[in-house]
C-alpha cells in the first residue's frame, strides 16, 4: 500500500466521524433538548457539515491518485 491509499484512509476516517456528528446534530435538533444546548449542537451542524464533504472529496482524490 502507498503512503498516499493510507492518509487517504485517514482522512475518510475522518469524514465518517464528521458525518455521523452531522447526523446525531440533526437527531438532537429534532428531539428538542439537545446535551450540549443550542448553541453548540448548531456550531456543530456547522462545522461538520462542510468538514465532512470536503475530507470525503480530498480522500477520493487521494485514492485515485494512488492506483
Same mark, same amino acid.
Given at each position: 500500500?502507498?503512503?498516499?491509499?493510507?492518509?487517504?484512509?485517514? @482522512?475518510?476516517?475522518?469524514? @465518517?466521524? *464528521? *458525518?455521523? *456528528?452531522?447526523?446525531?446534530? @440533526?437527531?438532537?435538533?429534532?428531539?428538542?433538548?439537545?446535551?450540549?444546548?443550542?448553541?453548540? !449542537?448548531? *456550531?456543530?451542524?456547522? !462545522?461538520?457539515?462542510?468538514?465532512?464533504?470536503?475530507?470525503?472529496?480530498?480522500?477520493? !482524490?487521494?485514492?485515485?491518485?494512488?492506483?
Amino acid at each position: 500500500m502507498s503512503p498516499d491509499y493510507i492518509k487517504a484512509q485517514l @482522512i475518510l476516517l475522518i469524514s @465518517i466521524v *464528521a *458525518a455521523i *456528528a452531522f447526523v446525531g446534530c @440533526i437527531y438532537e435538533l429534532s428531539y428538542g433538548a439537545p446535551d450540549f444546548g443550542f448553541a453548540i !449542537t448548531w *456550531a456543530i451542524l456547522l !462545522t461538520s457539515l462542510p468538514l465532512g464533504v470536503y475530507t470525503f472529496f480530498k480522500a477520493v !482524490t487521494l485514492a485515485r491518485k494512488s492506483i
